[in-house]
C-alpha cells in the first residue's frame, strides 16, 4: 500500500492509498502518523519512522465509472483541527489519485493506478 508522509508545525501526517473492494473503488486516507515500534524503527531495513494512523478523513475514488464523482467521509469521534496546508497537500494526493483513475480507465487498465 503506497504511503506519503508529512511533518507541519511538529506533527505528523500520512496518507494511505489502498482499493476498497466493497466500494470497488480506491481509498485515499488522512490519519496523523504515529511514531514506528521501537522494534521498526531499529530495522534498518525500516523506510520510516512513522506510520499511519486511524484514518479520520477518507476519500473514495471509483475507478469503474469515470461519471461517478470522488466521495469524502468524515471519521472522527472528537473535534480536530487540521491545518490548511495539510488539507491541501491530502487534497493534491487526492487529485492525482483521480487523474491516475481515470487516465487509466480511458486506457482499459484500471488495475493500473496503484
Known sequence: MPLE??????RHYAVLFHY????????????EAV???????????AAVA????AAFLTVLVP???PNLQPTVRVWSPDERVLPY?????????????VER???????????AVE
Do not use: K, Y
Not at 508522509?5 to 511538529?10: F, P, Q, S
Not at 512513522?50 to 494512523?53: M, S
Open 5 to 10: 508522509l508529512r511533518e507541519h508545525a511538529g
Open 20 to 31: 476498497a473492494l466493497p466500494d470497488d473503488a480506491w481509498a485515499v486516507e488522512l490519519s
Open 35 to 45: 511514531p514506528a515500534s521501537a522494534e521498526e524503527a531499529e530495522n534498518p531495513d
Open 50 to 53: 512513522h506510520l499511519p494512523g
Open 63 to 65: 475507478d469503474e465509472d
Open 85 to 97: 496546508e495539510v488539507m491541501r497537500w491530502f487534497m493534491e494526493q487526492v487529485a492525482d489519485q
Open 101 to 111: 483513475c481515470r487516465i487509466a480507465f480511458e486506457q482499459g487498465e484500471p488495475e
